[in-house]
């Protein structure tokens, strides 16, 4: 099967500037989840969302972050304006069901490399 | 409550000897604990999970031991090869509607030949 698409890889942008990342998550997937994985930490949920509703937003720091699923299925995160602070590696990752199991295991994306300077 | 704290920070390890790498967990309902392998530019790949009902699971190499009087669980590599290069993350989740897999820090191993 197609693994979690990402893109683009990689982005350089200035602070107060914005930047969006996409996901295409595993074909037949319901759950798709956005982690923050900043250097030398292990990653972070952001978001989590169950077909096109949120379950988890609780990590996101809605006052710059967005993200939304249309549909189900494909999924995009802003930032605007982002921080230095927010320099990280952005996974998206999907599962079968609802939150990750024994059964329905994580399957995570190759990440964007996000750097802001 | 939420955190599972994982140690070595790093860890080298000469071909053929045993890795292993700890974390230990606070939150006694966590009843998922899966441990992923990452290499540099890619993400995260499960390599093994266990449930607290079982003390020990092994694949091929790789064999997870699971205490949960201490709350603690382990990762070991037999038979450590250049090719497992990584950095390992254990994760620890509540199996039920809305919870969140929670991931130590993460252990960079290298195997040296």
């Known amino acids: 099967e197609a693994g979690v698409a990402q893109s683009p890889r990689y982005k350089i942008i200035e602070k107060r500037q914005s930047v969006a990342f996409w996901c295409n998550p595993i074909?037949?997937?319901?759950?798709l989840y956005w982690y923050q994985q900043i250097l030398g930490q292990g990653p972070k949920l952001l978001i989590q969302?169950?077909?096109?509703?949120?379950?988890?937003d609780s990590q996101l720091p809605k006052d710059r972050f967005s993200a939304e699923r249309l549909k189900g299925v494909d999924s995009t995160l802003k930032i605007q304006p982002a921080k230095l602070e927010d320099s990280a590696v952005y996974l998206c990752?999907?599962?079968?069901?609802?939150?990750?199991?024994?059964?329905?295991?994580?399957?995570f994306g190759n990440g964007t490399r996000l750097t802001v300077t | 409550q939420q955190q599972v704290k994982q140690s070595p920070q790093s860890l080298i390890v000469q071909k053929g000897g045993i890795s292993i790498i700890n974390c230990a967990y606070e939150?006694?309902?966590?009843?998922?604990f899966p441990w992923y392998q990452q290499f540099p530019g890619k993400g995260p790949a499960l390599l093994i999970a266990?449930?607290?009902?079982?003390s020990e699971k092994k694949e091929g190499r790789f064999t997870i031991s699971f205490n949960k009087s201490a709350k603690q669980f382990s990762l070991h590599i037999m038979d450590s090869q250049p090719g497992d290069s990584a950095t390992y993350f254990c994760?620890?989740?509540?199996?039920?509607?809305?919870?969140?897999?929670?991931f130590g820090a993460g252990t960079i191993l290298r195997v040296k030949s």
């Open positions: 990752a999907s599962s079968l069901v609802q939150g990750a199991s024994y059964n329905s295991p994580l399957h």
């Open positions: 074909s037949g997937h319901a759950t």
């Open positions: 969302f169950q077909n096109n509703g949120v379950v988890d």
């Open positions: 939150n006694t309902a966590f009843d998922y």
């Open positions: 266990i449930r607290p009902d079982v």
């Open positions: 994760a620890a989740m509540v199996v039920e509607y809305g919870n969140k897999l929670v």
